[in-house]
């Protein structure tokens, strides 16, 4: 099992940035899937939620109405879009998959810088 986030980055308040998460070494379509964060000095808090097939989505309250999580089974591919960005948002962010009540794998995580 790998994967793979790009596309983290720095960007200021207000902006956007896309996630990825290349997946492999797996039937992709088979798991739902999360997108997890870890700020400097605190735990993982977990960010969004997708089905197998995306029909079915779930965020934290604190990302709710600016992320959209999405997939495309076909490019085994997880999305992230992350809109109105805010210095809270200064994460790691780490793509894992969901089995059974908990992620059993994770990527290494890509980082994101919201800051003037």
């Known amino acids: 099992v790998q994967l793979v986030e790009s596309g983290g980055g720095m960007v200021q308040p207000g902006g956007s940035l896309r996630l990825s998460c290349a997946a492999s070494g797996f039937t992709f379509s088979s798991y739902g899937m999360s997108w997890v964060r870890q700020a400097p000095g605190k735990g993982p808090e977990w960010v969004s939620y997708i089905n197998t097939g995306g029909g079915m989505t779930s965020y934290a309250d604190s990302v709710k109405g600016r992320f959209t999580i999405s997939r495309d089974n076909a490019k085994n591919t997880l999305y992230l879009q992350m809109n109105s960005l805010k210095p809270e948002d200064t994460a790691l962010y780490y793509c894992?998959?969901?089995?059974?009540?908990?992620?059993?794998?994770w990527g290494q995580g890509t980082q994101v810088t919201v800051s003037s």
């Open positions: 894992a998959r969901y089995l059974s009540g908990a992620w059993d794998y």
